[in-house]
């Protein structure tokens, strides 16, 4: 028969065996959280969105159709995909602008360049999630719109008429609403104006560069400097618990 002694020591010594073991995966924890913590997200710059007619990769388009031109430099939409969006009736989604009478043009070109935007920018990638839809793996969401965009839009609009204010889910606007309801908060109206490098323009003059890929990569860095400090936090957690693990083997 074991000594008292000897009874306790023996699963003492199993659970620091254990402890051993597991180990080098604390440690490997510990550096996957350093390593991730360190890397940028240029994975979210100059990406195209996974949707129905969106190209897999940005690139030239110089026959891009009207309103969509600014992009033609580096495009995630095809000239056909540019030319379909400025008809009245498009074959792209089946949709009639006129769904509710005759929009006034002044109103309708804010329209056909939001989906100018939607189906040509690559500089969306921030502001990108996945979704389950039919038709679209990805969509946009919360896009800092600049304050005049915006307020131009509804301007503009403001006398025209629809029968509902998203028409993503069904069928008036009121004031700066219209930009963040109308295709289920795909923009958030931001407080910042046009030239800032903050909020994202509908409308550019391409001879001056695309102002976005300078917002883009400003909020990309944000969202890294984000999950870097969580990810360090984590990896700090990680090292305490590896150092005190240590101590009590060695102790």
């Not at 769904?99 to 939001?114: L, Y």
């Given at each position: 028969?074991?000594?008292?002694?000897?009874?306790?020591?023996?699963?003492?010594?199993?659970?620091?065996?254990?402890?051993?073991?597991?180990?080098?995966?604390?440690?490997?924890?510990?550096?996957?959280?350093?390593?991730?913590?360190?890397?940028?997200?240029?994975?979210l710059?100059?990406?195209?969105?996974?949707?129905?007619?969106?190209?897999?990769?940005?690139?030239?388009?110089d026959?891009?159709?009207?309103?969509?031109?600014?992009?033609?430099?580096?495009?995630?939409?095809?000239?056909?995909?540019?030319?379909?969006?400025?008809?009245?009736?498009?074959?792209?989604?089946?949709?009639?602008?006129?769904?509710?009478?005759?929009?006034?043009?002044?109103?309708?070109?804010?329209?056909?360049?939001?989906?100018?935007?939607?189906?040509?920018?690559?500089?969306?990638?921030?502001?990108?999630?996945?979704?389950?839809?039919?038709?679209?793996?990805?969509r946009?969401?919360?896009?800092?719109?600049?304050?005049?965009?915006?307020?131009?839009?509804?301007?503009?609009c403001?006398?025209?008429?629809t029968?509902?204010?998203?028409?993503?889910?069904?069928?008036?606007?009121?004031?700066?609403a219209?930009?963040?309801?109308?295709?289920?908060?795909?923009?958030?109206?931001?407080?910042?104006?046009?030239?800032?490098?903050?909020c994202i323009?509908?409308?550019?003059?391409?001879?001056q560069?695309?102002?976005?890929?300078?917002?883009?990569?400003?909020?990309?860095?944000?969202m890294?400097?984000?999950?870097?400090?969580?990810?360090?936090?984590?990896?700090?957690?990680?090292?305490?618990?590896?150092?005190?693990?240590?101590?009590?083997?060695?102790?």
């Amino acid at each position: 028969m074991l000594p008292a002694a000897m009874e306790v020591q023996l699963p003492l010594q199993g659970q620091r065996d254990m402890a051993w073991k597991w180990m080098p995966l604390l440690l490997l924890l510990v550096w996957v959280a350093t390593m991730c913590s360190a890397q940028d997200r240029s994975d979210l710059l100059n990406v195209c969105m996974d949707a129905k007619h969106h190209k897999t990769k940005p690139g030239p388009e110089d026959k891009l159709h009207d309103q969509c031109s600014p992009w033609k430099k580096n495009a995630c939409c095809t000239a056909n995909t540019s030319q379909e969006l400025h008809k009245d009736t498009s074959r792209l989604y089946n949709f009639n602008w006129d769904h509710c009478g005759k929009m006034e043009p002044a109103c309708k070109r804010h329209f056909i360049q939001d989906t100018c935007l939607y189906e040509c920018s690559p500089n969306l990638g921030p502001w990108i999630r996945q979704v389950n839809q039919s038709w679209r793996k990805e969509r946009f969401l919360d896009v800092p719109l600049c304050k005049e965009d915006c307020q131009r839009w509804w301007e503009d609009c403001h006398t025209s008429h629809t029968c509902k204010s998203n028409w993503h889910r069904g069928w008036d606007w009121t004031s700066v609403a219209l930009c963040e309801g109308l295709w289920s908060h795909s923009y958030k109206v931001s407080n910042y104006s046009r030239g800032s490098g903050r909020c994202i323009q509908m409308w550019f003059d391409s001879a001056q560069g695309n102002p976005n890929e300078e917002v883009a990569r400003f909020y990309a860095a944000v969202m890294h400097v984000n999950a870097g400090e969580m990810l360090h936090g984590i990896g700090g957690l990680l090292l305490s618990l590896a150092l005190m693990l240590q101590l009590w083997l060695l102790g």
